[in-house]
Each structure stands twice: as C-alpha cells, then as structure tokens.
C-alpha cells in the first residue's frame, strides 16, 4: 500500500495508530509528544507509566483514550549528533519497530510524525529521507496505508536542494505558456472570419484528394466500422505490455506507482479502464518511462501534459531528470502544493 504526506495535525488524524515522537521515560514533553498527551487525556499518561521507558529506536503501544485513533505507538528517536552515532539506523529502526507493532495489531492505517526532525535536532531533509525509506521498505512486503504528517509550513521543503531547481523550471515554462496564450488569444480575436471559412478550405482541399495523403489527415472515406476496428491498444493493454516487456511484476508496478492492489487490479480487469492522470502518471514513473513515452500513455487515456498546470511541468521536469522515486516525486509536488501521485486515487 502506498505512503502519502499530508499537511495537518497528527492529533486529529482518523488512523488506526498514530506515532509518537516520545522520549526515553515515556513521561511525556513537548512537541508532537505534549500535543498527543494533552489530545488523549491524562489516561495515556497513566498507561505509559505501566511501560517502563523505552529504548531509543524501539516503539511501544498504548491505546488513544480521547484521541480519534485506536492506539498511539511511541517511539524514541535519536537526538541528532551530525550522523556520527548511528542516528539514520536508530531513526530507520523507530519507523521500523512502529510498523511491526502496528501490523501485530491489525492496524491497516498509521500516521508518522518526522521523528527526531524537532528538539532532537535532526534536518528535515535527511529525516524524511530515512522515513521514506523505512516505510517503503516495510510496504514491499505489507499492506498498509502510511501517512506522514507534515505539521505545518515550516520553513523548509521536503524536495530539499531539488525545490530551487524545480522552481526555476516551473517559472521558465509556466510564463512562457502563459505569455504564448496570451498571444495567441488577442491573435485568434483579430483574426480572420470564423471557422467555417478555414473549414471550406479544407473541404476544397480534401475534395482533390490532396489531404488523403496526410497520415495525420482525418481519414475522411474510412467508414465509422473501419475507423472503430483500427482502434490503437488501449490504457491498460499498454500498461501491461511494458509491465511484460520490462520483465516486471505487477506488484512491483503498483507499489512503485504508490497505488494498491485493489486500485491496480481495477486496470488489469478492466480493457478500457479510464485512469485519473495521477494514477496514469503514477504508473509511467513506476514504469519509468520517458516523456514521449509517457505521453503515449497519457494519450490513451485521453490525458496531456500541458504547460498550463505547474502539476504537469513539475511531472516534465522529473521525466526529463530521470526521477522515478514515487515518493521524491511526491515530495516536490507536496511542496508546490500539487495533487501528489498513487494511493488509492
Ligand atoms: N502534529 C504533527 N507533527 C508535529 C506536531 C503535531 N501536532 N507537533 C510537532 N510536530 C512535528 C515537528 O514540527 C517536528 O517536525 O513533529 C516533528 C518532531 O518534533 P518533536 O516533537 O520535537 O520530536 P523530536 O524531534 O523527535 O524530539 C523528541 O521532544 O517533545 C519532546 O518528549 C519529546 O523529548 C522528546 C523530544
């Protein structure tokens, strides 16, 4: 199942378990811990205290009392010493531990805070990294939905050094679009009379056989039988053909493409299955695929990239750099405030 960045307060999320950003005693602070405690009540506090601590890395579970969620899952994050003692495998074991402890419980939803991204100092590049990485990991091999919540808008962006960049091209193309439109309307209004004249144009013109040349000409004598007949492979054959030929399996497809099961089998069940474009643009990075291609894929859905929607120049620009990492995709869309790719969408 797929992961997804939200932008909230863990407190109010409507998950099976929320994670807590805790330290060693268990006895609550500050930050997301003083946020959970004071959310769930003074009775999570009298649970934790039967725990004992917890190690740093490790994860225990209590329920959620007045919280709108069944448990809260702490954990202790490392405090951040510049990487020199082990913090990335102590902060990949705390998303680690969380999940095997919410997978015991049956839980099919949990939402992470940025462990250790707070007072424990740790830079909220790198403690993203770690818990993408931790969680895709775990979701190779369970089925989970896994947020991870932002808490508000800090003054960082989860794309790190990637946002200037992304930024830049976003302005280049999206002005540029912008501006041609702007040409082109003040064009079309002074221009000549309606269609219709442009249209017997093109009558006269196919009337002396010069456009049936034209491959890209409507095939003007094909029969409405003929024209259905030569219909091209649709969406979902196109999609499974490259999932065979580049030896895929679908599992690795649709978890690539942050979507699941259920979603993907909707593809493979179903000929003409019409995707939204963040389902189909998930798919051609999870495929890989290159912007011509990708194109391809969008258009037997019926879809475009266009450069009028900063959501289609920010998938341009990953294309065109070879970034297929649903989720460092995700991230640059999360920061420019764009749809984000896969769940269940
Ligand atoms: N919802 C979601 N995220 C939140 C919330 C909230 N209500 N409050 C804070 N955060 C974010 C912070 O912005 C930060 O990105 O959680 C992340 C973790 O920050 P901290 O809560 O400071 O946790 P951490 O850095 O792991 O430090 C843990 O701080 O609160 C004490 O008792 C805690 O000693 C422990 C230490």
């Known amino acids: 199942m797929p992961i997804q960045i939200v932008r909230n307060d863990i407190t109010r999320m409507r998950v099976d378990a929320i994670v807590n950003a805790a330290n060693e005693s268990l006895l609550g602070g500050g930050g997301v811990d003083g946020a959970i405690h004071k959310a769930a009540g003074p009775e999570l506090l009298k649970e934790c205290r039967t725990l004992g601590g917890c190690r740093t890395g490790d994860a225990k579970l209590t329920r959620g009392y007045n919280l709108p969620c069944k448990y809260v899952i702490h954990t202790v994050g490392p405090v951040w010493r510049e990487g020199s003692a082990r913090e990335s495998s102590l902060l990949y074991s705390c998303y680690w531990c969380s999940l095997r ?57 989860l794309s790190g050094k990637l946002f200037a960049d992304v930024s830049q091209f976003v302005d280049d193309r999206y002005v540029e679009e912008h501006t041609d439109f702007r040409r082109e309307q ?22 002396d056989g010069f456009l049936e040349e034209c491959e890209c000409a ?22 499974l053909r490259l999932i065979d030929e580049k030896g895929m399996k679908d599992s690795t497809c649709y978890k690539r493409a942050n979507i699941d099961r259920k979603h993907f089998s909707k593809i493979r069940g179903d000929v003409f299955y019409k995707p939204k474009k963040t389902t189909a643009v998930a798919i051609a990075i999870a495929l890989e695929l290159t912007l011509d291609q990708t194109r391809d894929l969008l258009m037997k859905a019926g879809l ?42």
């Open 101 to 157: 402890l919410a997978a015991q419980q049956g839980c099919e939803s949990v939402a992470f805070p940025l462990i250790s991204a707070g007072a424990y100092g740790c830079p909220k590049e790198k403690a993203l990294q770690v818990a993408m990485r931790a969680i895709g990991d775990f979701l190779m091999k369970s089925d989970m939905l896994v947020y991870i919540v932002v808490y508000d808008r800090e003054s960082y962006h």
């Open 186 to 207: 003040i064009r079309m209004t002074a221009a000549a009379p309606m269609p219709t004249a442009a249209y017997n144009e093109y009558a006269s013109f196919s009337a």
């Open 218 to 239: 409507p095939q003007a004598s094909l029969s409405l039988e003929d024209a259905l007949n030569q219909i091209d492979e649709s969406f979902s054959q196109m999609v």
């Open 304 to 345: 475009a990239l266009s450069r009028s929607s900063k959501f289609d120049i920010i998938i341009e620009y990953c294309l065109l750099h070879g970034i297929y990492d649903i989720h460092q995709v995700n991230q640059l869309l999360f920061d420019f405030d764009q749809v984000t790719l896969g769940v269940g969408a």
